[in-house]
């Protein structure tokens, strides 16, 4: 009699430890679900509404998706990576103006840098937006692979080293030591917030800015882009 209520004790245990782990697996199933179902519907509205003709071939269509929601609704990139105010818009498109017309964006500076943020400090460079867009490999950001790209976001390192720190071989363009900003980094650009993001949402960010069209940009500097 001892010997089967040891058993139905064990028996008893086991059964309990088991439901408990499955209701454990339940309850983390659901939350993933609900992660990855968030994650495409931003992925579905995101390329609803995309500002520009996408390519999609040899690209995971979720990931553009989510990227455009990142960099459109979330981020709205284009703000700062166009050529300024007076062009982001497409004439007759501009959603501040009298009348409330519906947005649409200025296809041809789309994302592709220029503008002039001045300098931080007067005497200092000045700080002048990126050519977001995909080069003729159709890599974005000036042809960053997306280790690179995913450097910078983290680390907000400045790879084209644009305004260094002044040194005995660096004496103009750059800041002198008597300013606390490190030249090494990106300025005005808020990469402190974006270096929390998952790694799958700098994926997403990097797959649509190489969906998105060229944009040449100036004839020479760094906001130029080899189309083709």
């Known amino acids: 009699m001892t010997t089967d209520k040891s058993r139905m004790g064990r028996y008893l245990t086991s059964t309990i430890t ?28 995101g390329l609803e509404i995309a500002p520009v003709p996408l390519n999609l071939v040899g690209k995971s269509r979720e990931l553009v998706g989510l990227g455009s929601y990142l960099v459109n609704v979330v981020s709205g990139c284009n703000d700062c990576h166009s ?20 947005t649409v964006i ?3 500076t789309y994302l592709g840098g220029g503008r002039n943020f001045g ?42 080293h644009l305004h260094p720190n002044c040194s005995s071989t660096v004496t103009t363009n750059c800041f002198p030591a008597s300013q606390p900003f490190n030249g090494d980094l990106l300025q005005v650009m808020p990469w402190p917030l974006y270096q929390t993001l998952r790694d799958r949402d700098l994926r997403a960010i990097y797959e649509y800015l190489s969906a998105v069209p060229c944009i040449e940009g100036p004839s020479s500097g760094v906001l130029h882009n080899d189309c083709t």
């Open 106 to 108: 200025n296809q041809s």
């Open 83 to 102: 050529a300024g105010p007076e062009v982001t818009y497409a004439p007759g498109g501009n959603p501040y103006f009298k009348g409330n017309p519906p």
């Open 18 to 45: 088991t439901l408990v782990l499955l209701a454990g697996s339940c309850v983390t199933s659901v939350a993933l679900a609900g992660d990855w179902d968030e994650d495409d519907a931003r992925a579905i509205r």
């Open 119 to 160: 300098s931080v400090i007067p005497g200092t460079p000045e700080i002048v937006s990126r050519n977001l867009t995909p080069d003729r490999t159709g890599r974005p950001v000036g042809g960053l692979t997306f280790a690179q790209f995913r450097h910078v976001l983290r680390t907000g390192e400045d790879l084209d």
